[in-house]
């Protein structure tokens, strides 16, 4: 539960955007923007059955005694038992934590934590989805602390739920398996989960937090169900357009006063460009394959895995805006909605799939910033991967409409649900559906163009259907 000082701080900070009715500031605002970016990843390894090498890593970090982290549906797949084959070949001691909630929540994040301030462990591997690594990342983070569990959890969650205090201590080493092809957590220093009182996701975000290594095994994801595969997919395809359409890195305000301030997401760059449209190439060319020929297509399955990877160092340096901050309220608020292929313990709506819902509304909106931009990423969609330049003669003033139209279709040939309305949502929503966007702030800020609630709201209700 929140404190009662936490609970006022929160309610204060909302009260203050709600009261200027303007959900994103203005980009400068006399601030001084920022003149350098920083590109972080992970070391990645890629390769069919790279995950039998695990063993040897774990004994090359000088390193015996690990926590392993997964969930309850992934040990009990043969390939899971590759990575115990491996820790077992080199005499690795591990204690198992399966007890992961898909869509993480505050409370689960806190008995994994629990969890790994119990035992001395000198190392953690992570071996499942992005829910797995998230979990795995902040118990490493709060079990590596000196103050363990006694440090206050809202301390390094984003503001303006938590304080979002930078990172100081060390973490212990930490090796990621995805066993998806969508989050690209296995590259990077973010955590999400739902905040449970305030029905809204958010998240911890420091380059701390980042994997000391990737092992992007596609042995992994031939076996994913389908909608499992698609809805992994949608999130590797918003990360690469979210990324590259972001503000400039240096547009960005404010300026940090010392490197160490400097975000983890921070705005489009030359470097991170270039992985986000190889992702979103991969994801043109391959995701649809990968759903429709479910467990056959080995090629599709691998590529997209790899482009899962390619999308997170794009997007977890440059950031990802709009899609993102707005799907927070949107899986935050389930009611009823069960996803096809997911565990049916509870209701979910799937990250990637609350994440492209609002696509189609929120890039017609932003187009107007960077329209060039956002005709690339359409041509790019229309062929495949195989071009930038189908669209890139058209009116600019065309471009957003032209985008969603291209985006729309690639969802309908994807079997999406018809809209937010299919997923149990309905106008009188929208209203705590744009609330819970508000605290978002750490990728809304990131929007190429400044918006306001109203704004919000009609990106909402242009997306209770899509077709």
Known sequence: MLSVASRTR?????????????CCPSHGGG?????????????????????????????????????LFTDERIRKLKSFENVLRSLEKKHIKYDIFDQIRVEPTDTSFKRAIHFACQGQFDAYVAVGGGSVMDTCKVANLFASSPEKEATNFLDYVNPPIGKG?????????????????????????VAIFDFEELHAKTGIAHRSMRPTLGLIDPDFVQTMPSRVAANSGFDVLCHAIESYTAIPFNQRTPRPSDPIERPTYQGSNPISDIWSIQALRSVAKYLKRSIENQNDDHEARTQMHLAATMAGIGFGNAGVHLCHGMSYGIAGNVRSY???????????????LSVVMTSPAVFQFTAAACPERHLEVASILATNGETKSKFLNHPHKDAGKILADILRQFLYDCNVDDGLKALGYSNSDIPALVKATIPQQRVTKLAPLTFTQEDLTRLFENSMKLY
């Open 10 to 22: 929160v309610l204060s900070l909302l009260g203050a955007i709600e009261h200027t009715n303007q």
């Open 31 to 67: 601030l001084k923007s920022d003149y350098a970016f920083e590109m972080a990843c992970s070391t990645v390894r890629f390769g069919p059955g790279v995950v039998t090498e695990l063993g040897s890593d774990i004994k090359n970090l000088n390193c015996s005694n690990i926590a």
């Open 165 to 189: 205090l930078p990172v100081r201590h060390t973490l212990k080493p930490c090796i990621a398996v995805p066993t998806t092809a969508g989050t690209g957590s296995e590259t990077t220093g």
């Open 338 to 352: 069960h996803a096809k292929d997911y565990p049916q313990d509870h209701p979910i709506i799937p990250h990637g």
